[in-house]
């Protein structure tokens, strides 16, 4: 078991069926949900689960916390998406990795992403933050080149 940092493969399908959407107004909603070490969660990973899931502590519950979509954004050849921080306060909690994942009606739920923190990350009655990299061409948590 264990958790591998990856850009989901049924997400790069979708892309290109036009399942996902991006806008920042009037786009899909996307989701973070936090695991422990032993998840298995890899480019294979096809839809949210609640296998291995962080138990429901202070503000975050099962399925995670609604990411805000700060837009997309293009340049040197690079598309990319950018968004906000996502944090959960009031929480004890132990997490290993995440994945981001698309709750819109017509993708029941696809994984987009799965994020590995490199070691377990914790929060004791406290905030845990996630915090996204910057939406540069080279550091975006969404990145697309060719």
Same mark, same amino acid.
Not at 2 to 27: H, P, R, V, W, Y
Not at 41 to 57: C, D, E, I, K, R
């Given at each position: 078991?264990?958790?591998?940092?990856?850009?989901?493969?049924?997400?790069?399908?979708?892309?290109?069926?036009?399942?996902?959407?991006?806008?920042?107004?009037?786009?899909?909603?996307?989701?973070?949900?936090?695991?422990?070490?032993?998840? *298995?969660?890899?480019?294979? !990973?096809? #839809?949210?689960?609640?296998?291995?899931?962080? %138990?429901?502590?202070?503000?975050?519950? $099962? +399925?995670?916390?609604?990411?805000?979509?700060?837009?997309?954004?293009?340049?040197?050849?690079?598309?990319?998406?950018?968004?906000?921080?996502?944090?959960?306060?009031?929480?004890?909690?132990?997490?290993?990795?995440?994945?981001?994942?698309? *709750?819109?009606?017509?993708? !029941?739920? #696809?994984?987009?992403?799965?994020?590995?923190? %490199?070691?377990?990350?914790?929060?004791? $009655? +406290?905030?845990?933050?996630?915090?996204?990299?910057?939406?540069?061409?080279?550091?975006?948590?969404?990145?697309?080149?060719?």
């Amino acid at each position: 078991m264990a958790i591998t940092q990856a850009i989901c493969n049924s997400f790069k399908k979708q892309l290109l069926e036009a399942d996902m959407n991006f806008k920042q107004t009037g786009g899909d909603k996307f989701k973070l949900a936090l695991y422990i070490s032993t998840a *298995t969660l890899n480019s294979a !990973t096809t #839809a949210f689960t609640a296998t291995g899931q962080v %138990g429901n502590s202070g503000q975050y519950a $099962s +399925g995670g916390g609604l990411l805000v979509n700060n837009g997309t954004s293009i340049s040197a050849g690079v598309a990319r998406v950018d968004f906000a921080d996502r944090s959960f306060t009031g929480v004890t909690l132990t997490a290993r990795g995440a994945m981001i994942y698309n *709750t819109s009606s017509d993708t !029941t739920n #696809a994984s987009v992403c799965i994020l590995d923190f %490199g070691s377990d990350k914790t929060a004791t $009655s +406290g905030t845990f933050t996630i915090q996204f990299p910057a939406p540069t061409s080279t550091a975006a948590i969404l990145r697309i080149s060719g």
